[in-house]
């Protein structure tokens, strides 16, 4: 079972940046596609970014432009670096395989955009 840890969030003005970790255990991760997902209250889990396993990226349109997503294999970790961070943006952020979650959820980290 593959152990996903997530750590960086906290609070920040907005037009702020932050930059999310996730650390994942388990030998077969480079093989699969990593996404960072968001739940803000009231409001369904939703994926904002997407890499493949040969570093191709993906993002939601409310995020395109200002987030970006890398991992490193070697260290099994996926980041998100969060730039011009909007009120919107607030939610909990957690890692897991995409588009398809197929391991346990993290306990994620939360990320507020307030002023």
């Known amino acids: 079972q593959v152990r996903l840890v997530e750590s960086g969030g906290g609070l920040v003005q907005p037009g702020g940046s932050l930059r999310l970790s996730c650390a994942a255990s388990g030998s077969i991760f480079r093989a699969y596609a990593m996404g960072w997902y968001r739940q803000a209250p009231g409001k369904q889990r939703e994926l904002v970014a997407r890499?493949?396993?040969?570093?191709?990226?993906n993002y939601a349109d409310s995020v395109k432009g200002r987030f970006t997503i890398s991992r490193d294999n070697a260290k099994n970790m996926v980041y998100l670096q969060m730039n011009k961070l909007k009120p919107d943006d607030t939610a909990v952020y957690y890692c897991?395989?995409?588009?398809?979650?197929?391991?346990?959820w993290g306990q994620g980290t939360q990320v507020t955009v307030s002023s």
């Open positions: 897991n395989t995409a588009p398809d979650p197929y391991h346990s």
């Open positions: 890499i493949s396993s040969d570093g191709s990226t």
